[in-house]
């Protein structure tokens, strides 16, 4: 275990099940991640060791089949996977997402027919808000859900949907007007329709085409894809929480815990950025001497250090902040955008480091270099953090005059 990056106050269930997973990481994901990433393979034995390992499952309840973890232990759990390869935590987040507002949202039918084969990670979810025009104005939204009978419509467009491909069970934000009139304010006649396919590309049911993949910079292996809703009928027992008009609640209750997640996976990403530099450095002469011995370097490695170990801290501490109960959109705005600032930086200062090698595919930072900008944009841009943590901090420092 590194001197980086503790986090006290665990008990012996999260050391065990922490241990657990830094083992399968360093055997597992770290030796085969770059040539995967490489050929954009999907990395399916890995995900098998995943469900044998109970992860698809980690927070959701017993009563489910689930382990019942804290968001505490899953962030950890993330932040050590990212250390491996970022694409598989984004493989299980927006699994665990769609698993998270089903807990919270879903009404007793619906929990008890997906959570317990989600936790055994028969089913895998995945959740779609975004579409090709939206952006981050989530009230733009175009995608409409109409009743007809004891049915729903769907059509639309959504765009950037992690899993598209692998996932059976899909948690799509459409609007629907139905019992909401004109007028009403956008995010209060939007609905979260719970989607069920069958895993694949092309028209995977009747009304419901899932494009190929979408070729990307980075965060390769998982599939990034399309959805195209045309005529798309579902029952209407598969709206989330069984009302209309809380879709946009719903979708950002699970956006809050996703923004923790995605700030562990900068943790993660810059934790192994840190560890390839440093033992890089150490490797590496000119003039005579390792670099780590020139204290360029050395500024360089203590100021990465301090990068990761101060994002790590604001991340576990947005999670345990939702772990009690307590608003934590502001402690996850802050993480987030601290941790994939930082990442991003301490990314380019392994890579720096490496000097013209970092440049070749055959080392590691290559690869990290090209996934650290997608947490520049995943769950809200800086941009919108910024809006999420000023509004907040004039809540609770109300000028009274």
Same mark, same amino acid.
């Given at each position: 275990?590194?001197?980086?990056?503790?986090?006290?106050?665990?008990?012996?269930? =999260?050391?065990?099940?922490?241990?657990?997973?830094?083992?399968?990481?360093?055997?597992?994901?770290?030796?085969?991640?770059?040539?995967?990433?490489?050929?954009?393979?999907?990395?399916?034995?890995?995900?098998?060791?995943?469900?044998?390992?109970?992860?698809?499952?980690?927070?959701?309840?017993?009563?489910?089949?689930?382990?019942?973890?804290? @968001?505490?232990?899953?962030? @950890?759990?993330?932040?050590?996977?990212?250390?491996?390869?970022?694409?598989?935590?984004?493989?299980?987040?927006?699994?665990?997402?769609?698993?998270?507002?089903?807990?919270?949202?879903?009404?007793?039918? =619906?929990? /008890?027919?997906?959570?317990?084969?989600?936790?055994?990670?028969?089913?895998? %979810?995945?959740?779609?808000?975004?579409?090709?025009?939206?952006?981050? /104005?989530?009230?733009?939204?175009?995608?409409?859900?109409?009743?007809?009978?004891?049915?729903?419509?769907?059509?639309?467009?959504?765009?950037?949907?992690?899993?598209?491909?692998?996932?059976?069970?899909?948690?799509?934000?459409?609007?629907?007007?139905?019992?909401?009139?004109?007028?009403?304010?956008?995010?209060?006649?939007?609905?979260?329709?719970?989607?069920?396919?069958?895993?694949?590309?092309?028209?995977?049911?009747?009304?419901?085409? +899932?494009?190929?993949?979408?070729?990307?910079?980075?965060?390769?292996?998982?599939?990034?894809?399309?959805?195209?809703?045309?005529?798309?009928? +579902?029952?209407?027992?598969?709206?989330?929480?069984?009302?209309?008009?809380?879709?946009?609640?719903?979708?950002?209750?699970?956006?809050?815990?996703?923004?923790?997640?995605?700030?562990?996976?900068?943790?993660?990403?810059?934790?192994?950025?840190?560890?390839?530099?440093?033992?890089?450095?150490?490797?590496?002469?000119?003039?005579?001497?390792?670099?780590?011995?020139?204290?360029?370097?050395?500024?360089?490695?203590?100021?990465?250090?301090?990068?990761?170990?101060?994002?790590?801290?604001?991340?576990?501490?947005?999670?345990?902040?939702?772990?009690?109960?307590?608003?934590?959109?502001?402690?996850?705005?802050?993480?987030?955008?601290?941790?994939?600032?930082?990442?991003?930086?301490?990314?380019?200062?392994?890579?720096?480091?490496?000097?013209?090698?970092?440049?070749?595919?055959?080392?590691?930072?290559?690869?990290?270099?090209?996934?650290?900008?997608?947490?520049? +944009?995943?769950? %809200?841009?800086?941009?919108? =953090?910024?809006?999420? +943590?000023?509004?907040?901090?004039?809540?609770?420092?109300?000028?009274?005059?």
């Amino acid at each position: 275990m590194t001197r980086l990056a503790q986090t006290a106050g665990l008990n012996d269930v =999260q050391q065990e099940i922490l241990s657990t997973v830094r083992d399968f990481v360093d055997k597992e994901i770290i030796p085969v991640a770059t040539g995967l990433e490489h050929r954009d393979e999907y990395p399916t034995e890995i995900v098998e060791g995943l469900k044998e390992l109970g992860l698809f499952g980690l927070t959701i309840p017993e009563e489910y089949g689930g382990l019942g973890e804290s @968001l505490l232990t899953y962030a @950890l759990c993330v932040e050590e996977i990212a250390r491996g390869w970022m694409s598989v935590s984004g493989i299980i987040n927006t699994h665990f997402i769609v698993a998270y507002m089903l807990k919270q949202h879903g009404t007793q039918e =619906q929990k /008890d027919t997906f959570l317990p084969r989600m936790a055994l990670g028969e089913v895998r %979810g995945a959740f779609s808000m975004s579409e090709p025009a939206l952006g981050s /104005d989530v009230s733009a939204i175009t995608s409409k859900g109409v009743r007809d009978g004891e049915e729903y419509v769907l059509d639309g467009q959504k765009m950037w949907l992690t899993n598209g491909g692998t996932s059976s069970l899909v948690a799509v934000l459409c609007r629907s007007d139905e019992g909401h009139p004109e007028g009403t304010a956008p995010h209060k006649s939007m609905t979260t329709f719970l989607v069920e396919k069958e895993p694949g590309f092309g028209e995977v049911r009747p009304g419901l085409t +899932i494009p190929g993949k979408i070729d990307k910079m980075g965060y390769k292996g998982v599939d990034t894809t399309e959805l195209i809703m045309d005529g798309l009928r +579902i029952p209407a027992n598969r709206v989330l929480g069984g009302t209309t008009g809380r879709g946009f609640y719903q979708m950002m209750d699970g956006v809050e815990v996703g923004r923790v997640n995605v700030a562990a996976r900068g943790c993660g990403v810059a934790q192994r950025a840190f560890e390839l530099g440093v033992s890089y450095a150490q490797q590496r002469q000119t003039f005579g001497k390792p670099i780590a011995q020139h204290q360029a370097i050395q500024f360089k490695l203590a100021e990465m250090a301090t990068k990761v170990e101060a994002a790590h801290a604001m991340m576990v501490n947005a999670a345990r902040k939702k772990d009690s109960g307590e608003r934590n959109d502001l402690e996850a705005g802050m993480a987030k955008y601290l941790a994939s600032e930082y990442c991003k930086e301490v990314v380019e200062d392994a890579f720096r480091i490496h000097g013209g090698y970092g440049f070749s595919k055959e080392y590691e930072i290559e690869r990290l270099y090209r996934e650290a900008p997608m947490l520049l +944009i995943g769950e %809200g841009t800086a941009e919108i =953090q910024k809006m999420i +943590i000023g509004r907040r901090l004039l809540e609770e420092y109300r000028f009274q005059g």
